[in-house]
């Protein structure tokens, strides 16, 4: 009897240790996503309405109409490769070239999106943030939270990822209001479930005995996938509840 009190209580330590160091975690992927976030909006807001604009950006002021310079298109273009190397190189780097790789990814997307502050009103583009904040921490509260697995759910939604992207490619040729509006509905849904999806990802890939280097570099995936999710929720929601300019 005295033995399998021991074994209980041993492993009801083990598992408060366990929670415990979970929800360290997943504050820390949080805070992180979270200052990726705020770094984006401060290079959009610095890149749109400071001379940094000319920078990057060839603006018409008669017509509205912009285009990119040639550090434009480096700014544009360099995020990507930066998704790359965190996703395919991160197991090679330390956490702290991980993590400085993921701010100034951050920043450059910053630069990338400055436009939609000049096309769509402040107003919108507030609601629109508040709305997709709503909605991110509700989906990722129910991925945190539920016993359901949704492995299943996220090859579905990858699926869809790649029909949508394969579908805007296609409509920058066809210029079609349906295909707009339908990859619009799409891309809401599927990041919406892609929220609960890498929440409960990045939890199931907590493990406790893991190192500081392994952990952070945990830290800093998980916060890109959720500023990922984030991000291309709010442009997708920006479609429907923002109000141009002109």
Same mark, same amino acid.
């Given at each position: 009897? /005295?033995?399998?009190?021991?074994?209980?209580?041993?492993?009801?330590?083990?598992?408060?240790?366990?929670?415990?160091?979970?929800?360290?975690?997943?504050?820390?992927?949080?805070?992180?996503?979270?200052?990726?976030?705020?770094?984006?909006?401060?290079?959009?807001?610095?890149?749109?309405?400071?001379?940094?604009?000319?920078?990057?950006?060839?603006?018409?002021?008669?017509?509205?109409?912009?285009?990119?310079?040639?550090?434009?298109?480096?700014?544009?273009?360099?995020?990507?490769?930066?998704?790359?190397?965190?996703?395919?190189?991160?197991?090679?780097?330390? /956490?702290? /070239?991980?993590?400085?790789?993921?701010?100034? +990814?951050?920043?450059?997307?910053?630069?990338?999106?400055?436009?939609?502050?000049?096309?769509?009103?402040?107003?919108?583009? /507030?609601?629109?943030?508040?709305?997709?904040?709503?909605?991110?921490?509700?989906?990722?509260?129910?991925?945190?939270?539920? !016993?359901?697995?949704?492995?299943?759910?996220?090859?579905?939604?990858?699926?869809?990822?790649?029909?949508?992207?394969?579908?805007?490619?296609?409509?920058?040729?066809?210029?079609?209001?349906?295909?707009?509006?339908?990859?619009?509905?799409?891309?809401?849904?599927?990041?919406?479930?892609?929220?609960?999806?890498?929440?409960?990802?990045? !939890?199931?890939? +907590?493990?406790?005995?893991?190192?500081?280097?392994?952990?952070?570099? !945990?830290?800093?995936?998980?916060?890109? !996938?959720? +500023?990922?999710?984030?991000?291309?929720?709010?442009?997708?929601?920006?479609?429907?509840?923002?109000?141009?300019?002109?």
């Amino acid at each position: 009897m /005295a033995d399998y009190d021991n074994r209980a209580l041993r492993g009801s330590v083990t598992t408060d240790l366990i929670d415990t160091g979970l929800r360290a975690h997943m504050l820390r992927v949080y805070n992180y996503m979270l200052v990726g976030l705020v770094l984006t909006g401060i290079t959009a807001w610095a890149t749109a309405d400071t001379s940094l604009r000319d920078v990057f950006f060839q603006v018409n002021e008669a017509t509205g109409r912009y285009g990119l310079t040639g550090l434009g298109w480096v700014a544009l273009l360099a995020p990507i490769g930066l998704v790359f190397l965190l996703s395919f190189g991160i197991n090679r780097m330390s /956490a702290a /070239a991980a993590q400085t790789t993921f701010w100034v +990814y951050a920043a450059l997307v910053g630069i990338g999106i400055a436009p939609i502050l000049w096309v769509y009103t402040g107003a919108s583009v /507030a609601t629109t943030f508040f709305i997709t904040a709503a909605t991110f921490g509700a989906m990722s509260l129910w991925g945190y939270t539920t !016993k359901s697995d949704l492995s299943g759910m996220g090859s579905f939604l990858f699926m869809g990822l790649i029909g949508i992207l394969i579908a805007m490619v296609v409509n920058m040729f066809l210029h079609s209001a349906m295909i707009n509006w339908v990859v619009s509905i799409l891309g809401v849904l599927i990041f919406t479930g892609l929220t609960a999806y890498d929440t409960q990802w990045i !939890k199931e890939m +907590y493990v406790a005995n893991d190192d500081g280097t392994v952990a952070g570099r !945990k830290s800093i995936i998980g916060a890109l !996938k959720l +500023y990922l999710d984030f991000l291309n929720l709010f442009l997708f929601l920006l479609r429907f509840l923002g109000a141009q300019r002109r």
